[in-house]
């Protein structure tokens, strides 16, 4: 069964503490691993999307990596404005012609100035 | 240029009551997402639409609950006969064709039974 789990469930961290949050997946075929920001009362807003092993992406304070089995969402000298919970999520690779999305739980992320 | 658009944001239902979700996708989005986030979980996918048909309704409970995308207007969830445990936040998001851009959300719709 397809699964998405992320860790830690919350982070709390000063200003500019550098961190990294944990994505792990199991997935028959991985088509694309996907990362969002949501803030309390709205919808998820996208960061990035990885598609193989080795790949990483960059936007502002963020960094996206993945392996095989993971990946990493690093945050470099956050701001109280990063504080939301990030979240990850999959798409397998398979027959058919479903786009959906396999969703982790989150890591809520609260960055005290 | 609007986002994803969903109306209302918030419904409150008596348990037997029918609950309609809207949703509009982002202009030149023909693909449809429904997803639910029930306190404590993660988005759970419900069904995946393009006009006028639905394409995967796997994560959709059997009975109850329903889905369209018309050819004019907008997506509706539909939920008949709503008890407490339909309670929960229930996000539309729309892409263009495959999700590699990644979804568009809207803010999503909470509904509460009472």
């Known amino acids: 069964e397809d699964q998405v789990t992320q860790s830690p469930e919350a982070l709390r961290l000063q200003e500019g503490e550098s961190s990294s949050l944990n994505c792990s997946y199991t997935v028959s075929g991985l088509r694309g691993l996907f990362w969002y920001r949501q803030d309390p009362g709205k919808g998820p807003e996208f960061l990035f999307t990885?598609?193989?092993a080795g790949e990483e992406k960059e936007k502002e304070r963020l960094k996206a990596t993945l392996t095989k089995k993971e990946s990493f969402l690093h945050i470099t000298a956050p701001k109280p404005e990063d504080s939301a919970t990030y979240l990850c999520?999959?798409?397998?690779?398979?027959?058919?012609?479903?786009?959906?999305?396999?969703f982790g739980t989150g890591t809520l992320l609260a960055v005290q100035p | 240029n609007a986002g994803v658009m969903q109306n209302p944001r918030h419904l409150v239902r008596r348990r037997g009551q029918e609950a309609r979700l809207r949703c509009s996708p982002m202009k030149g989005h023909s693909h449809v997402y429904w997803y639910r986030q029930l306190p404590e979980e993660g988005l759970k996918f419900m069904v995946y639409l393009q006009k006028e048909n639905i394409i995967d309704e796997s994560g959709m409970p059997k009975e109850r609950f329903s889905a369209e995308f018309p050819k004019e207007g907008p997506s509706i969830l539909r939920i008949q006969q709503v008890v407490r445990g339909d309670s929960a936040a229930y996000f539309c998001a729309s892409s263009p064709g495959t999700v590699n851009y990644g979804y568009t959300f809207g803010s999503g719709t909470r509904l509460t039974v009472v």
């Open positions: 990885l598609y193989s």
């Open positions: 999520a999959v798409q397998a690779r398979r027959g058919g012609a479903t786009n959906k999305l396999i």
